[in-house]
């Protein structure tokens, strides 16, 4: 495995979790074998950014466009959730792990929202790492409901429209006080974002990757952040003004 500079660890990493129906396929499974081991990846995966000093990790669970997936893949899906979040309590409240969630809550079945809510609740002071589940997810219903709510303050008279700025504007997203996303991974080869976090992906480095999540490892995380680690990171600066650090500064935005 690479050798990572624990000084310059991505604060926030973002992944979208693909290939799990095409890994059970390929395997002559059924979509759901691939989603199921897909879980287990989770787990490993979140252990190892805690452990590393990663201080966010979003995960993209389920999008706004898998609700069209065929009816018995989603129910399927929801029942997997709600068994990982019944099964995983232990590790968040041992690892001092917040649970957040970005995306439309009120679309999630009451099965999982009453398991998912006392859950966040109940981490809601830890420290060690925030996991941001991203369900019932969409990048454009993030900023139209962000948009929305602004407008509903414009018309009441509560905010100006000269005092939208980016900042008040991030303070409306989903999870407002999560740090800038530093690290995007996409696994199964597919090489665009998918709606996933566009705010936020504003100035991540991206990594794609061939690997299906369900065979993804520590060793490939630690491949991904070596690669970040390894980029100049010039945020509309020049490479000679960078140069005048030792590495790149990962909080300058």
Known sequence: MPTLD???????????????????????????????KGAETVRRIVTACRELGVKALSLYAFSEENWSRPRLEVRAL??????????ERATLLKNSIRLVVSGRLAKLP?????????????????RGMTLNLCLAYGGKEEIVDACQAIAGKAASGQVAPEAVTP???EQHL????????????RTSGEQRISGFLPWQLTYAELYFTPVFWPDFTRADLETAIADYQA????????????????RPRKDAR
């Open 174 to 185: 989903y999870v407002p006080d999560l740090p800038p996303i530093d690290l995007m991974i």
């Open 78 to 87: 929801m029942g997997l959730l709600r068994r990982f979040l019944v099964g």
């Open 6 to 36: 624990a000084a310059w660890m991505p604060r926030h990493i973002a992944i979208i979790m693909d290939g799990n129906g095409r890994w059970a396929q390929k395997r002559k499974l059924q979509r759901v074998r691939g989603h199921e």
């Open 110 to 126: 009451d099965s999982v929202r009453e398991k998912l809510l006392p859950l966040i609740a109940e981490t809601a002071n830890n």
């Open 231 to 246: 980029r100049e990171r010039r945020f509309g600066k020049t490479s000679a003004q960078t140069a005048k650090l030792s």
């Open 167 to 169: 900042e008040f504007f």
